[in-house]
C-alpha cells in the first residue's frame, strides 16, 4: 500500500493541561464533514477528556466514532490496548478518513511512534504530524525547567537518582517529536514572555520546528492536518531520554487519584479550595465534575497548578446524583488522603 493510500494519523500530545482536548474539540468542530475517529488516552482511572468530547454536539461525530482508553498511557500499552483499537477502526464497514490521538499529559511521543512499525497497522497507516501543545505560562512560570540546586541535593539523598527531572523529561520528549508546535495560552503572557518562550522551545527542540500561537485551542484545520511528515519513518531525528532503555517507559515519578466530592455551595468557594489544595500539596493538575447548589447543570473544572478554568457544561441527568469526581495527578508521594479530606470529599477506591 502506498504512502498516499495509507489512513493518515495526527498525534496530539503535550504535558497536563497544556490544552489538548481543547485543541481537538475546535478541530473537530471545524472538520467539515471529514470522517474523523479519536482515540483519547488518560493518565488514571476516570476517563474525563473523552466524556468532554463526546459531549462537544459537533454534527456528524458519533458515539463510536470517540475511544477512549484509561488507566495508563498509550506510551505504557501499546501492545495491549493501542494496537487493538487500531485494528478495528480501519476493519470498519466505513473506516475513517483520518485518525487524531489525543495522547495522556504523561504519554512519551515516540514508543508510540515506533508501534506504527508494527506489522498489523505499518503498510495501513501513517503519522501525517505529531503535534505537541505547549502551556505557554506554565513554561515562562520555569514548570520545565531544571533546578540545579534541588537535583544536586537530590542526588546527595539518593545516589542512585537516574535522570534529572521528571517534568522537564516528559516536556523535553514530548517537544523533541514535534513537527508542529501549537504554543497555547498566549493570551496570558506579553510580547517578551512570549518571545522567550518561543526561544527556550527552540533550544530545546533538536532540529527546526514551526510554532504557531494559539489562545483557547483555537487553529485553522488546514494547519494541524495534511501535514505529511511520515513521522513513523523519521525516528532518528525525534530523540528521546528514553532511546537507551529496552522495554516500556514506566511513569514511576508520577500518580493519579480520584476523589468524591460533595454538592458545592457555590462556584468561587470550590475553586478557591481547588487554589489552595493545589498550592498547599503542589498538584499538577486536577479535572473533574461537580453539582452546585440550585445549578441544574454540571460544572466541570479543569486545572493547570493554580490556575482553573471552569464552565456548567451540560444538565446532570437525574441519575447522575449531585455527587462529583476530582481526578488529581502529580509527582509521586502526592498526600492522597490529606488532599481528599482539603477537598471535604473522601478517596474512591477500585
Not at 493501542?82 to 478495528?88: K, N, S
Amino acid at each position: 500500500m502506498t504512502l498516499a493510500s495509507r489512513v493518515p494519523v495526527t498525534i496530539i500530545t503535550g504535558f497536563l493541561g497544556a490544552g489538548k482536548t481543547t485543541l481537538l474539540r475546535n478541530l473537530l468542530q471545524r472538520a467539515a464533514g471529514h470522517r474523523i475517529a479519536v482515540v483519547v488516552n488518560e493518565f488514571g482511572s476516570l476517563g474525563i477528556d473523552g466524556e468532554i468530547l463526546r459531549g462537544c454536539g459537533v454534527e456528524g461525530c458519533k458515539e463510536d466514532d470517540i475511544v477512549e482508553l484509561t488507566n495508563g498511557c498509550l506510551c505504557c500499552t501499546v501492545a495491549d490496548d493501542f494496537l487493538p483499537t487500531m485494528e478495528a477502526l480501519l476493519d470498519r464497514a466505513d473506516p475513517p478518513e483520518h485518525v487524531v490521538i489525543e495522547t495522556s499529559g504523561l504519554a512519551l511521543p515516540k514508543p508510540l511512534l515506533k508501534a506504527f512499525g508494527w506489522p498489523t497497522v505499518r503498510n495501513r497507516m501513517t503519522v501525517d504530524g505529531v503535534i505537541t501543545v505547549v502551556d505557554a505560562p506554565a513554561v515562562a512560570a520555569g514548570r520545565f525547567a531544571d533546578d540545579p540546586e534541588a537535583i544536586a541535593q537530590q542526588r546527595a539523598a539518593d545516589p542512585s537518582l537516574d535522570h534529572d527531572n521528571p517534568l522537564a523529561e516528559v516536556f523535553e520528549d514530548q517537544i523533541n517529536a514535534a513537527d508542529l508546535v501549537v504554543l497555547n495560552k498566549t493570551d496570558l503572557l506579553d510580547a517578551d514572555a512570549l518571545a522567550r518562550v518561543e526561544d527556550e522551545i527552540r533550544h530545546t527542540a533538536p532540529r527546526p520546528v514551526q510554532i504557531v500561537r494559539a489562545t483557547e485551542g483555537k487553529v485553522d484545520p488546514a494547519i494541524l492536518l495534511g501535514i505529511g511528515a511520515a513521522a513513523e519513518a523519521d525516528l532518528a531525528a525525534r530523540p528521546s531520554h528514553h532511546d537507551a532503555e529496552d522495554g516500556e517507559h514506566e511513569h514511576d515519578d508520577f500518580e493519579s487519584f480520584v476523589v468524591r466530592v460533595p454538592e458545592q455551595q457555590s462556584v468561587e468557594q470550590f475553586l478557591t479550595l481547588l487554589q489552595d489544595t493545589a498550592r498547599r500539596y503542589d498538584v499538577l493538575r486536577m479535572k473533574g465534575f461537580a453539582a452546585v447548589a440550585g445549578k441544574a447543570m454540571r460544572l466541570a473544572v479543569q486545572g493547570v497548578g493554580t490556575r482553573f478554568r471552569h464552565e456548567f457544561d451540560r444538565p446532570l441527568a437525574a441519575n447522575d446524583g449531585r455527587e462529583g469526581r476530582i481526578v488529581v495527578i502529580g509527582q509521586k508521594g502526592l498526600e492522597a488522603p490529606a488532599i481528599a479530606k482539603a477537598l471535604g470529599g473522601t478517596l474512591v477506591t477500585a
